[in-house]
């Protein structure tokens, strides 16, 4: 096979694991877009809707974290002890970084949208930022050490 050939393979293997993992991501989003919202609405009928949405959004994020550690990434280095709660700390920092990208968009959008869906758009603008970051820094396949 030529160069050219091998390199267009390897370039549309990656492009593949990438769509699926997109799926994943998506799929485990969504999971967890479900348990923020009940859990959301539910805290709104006794506290503030923006401290009912931060508790329900830390919450989604932990679950977040067991379910793209398992599944979206999971062919990346299984991590144990230290390394698996340094890990964590770093999924958790980013996810505080999509709270406050999520809570700057959901702020704006629920002054002109009904709840779920200022919900939904700030979910979807965290969510990019949380896929990049996590893709390439906490939980890349390609920073997976050889064994």
């Not at 549309?12 to 009940?38: E, P, W």
């Not at 989604?60 to 999971?74: I, K």
């Not at 959901?106 to 969510?127: E, G, K, P, Q, R």
């Amino acid at each position: 096979m030529n160069e050219s050939l091998k390199a267009d393979r390897i370039t549309g293997v990656r492009l593949y694991r990438l769509a699926k993992r997109l799926f994943v991501f998506g799929l485990v989003g969504a999971c967890c877009f479900m348990v923020q919202f009940v859990l959301m609405t539910w805290l709104q009928t006794v506290l503030h809707h923006v401290v009912a949405y931060a508790i329900a959004f830390m919450a989604s994020a932990q679950l977040n974290f067991v379910l793209s550690y398992y599944f979206t990434w999971r062919d990346s280095k299984r991590k144990k002890g230290l390394r698996l709660l340094s890990t964590w700390g770093l999924f958790f920092a980013v996810a505080l970084l999509g709270l406050v990208v999520n809570y700057f968009v959901y702020d704006f959008a629920h002054v002109m949208l009904l709840s779920i869906l200022a919900l939904l758009v700030a979910t979807v603008a965290s969510t990019c930022f949380t896929f990049v970051f996590n893709h390439l820094f906490v939980l890349s396949p390609e920073r997976k050490t050889k064994t």
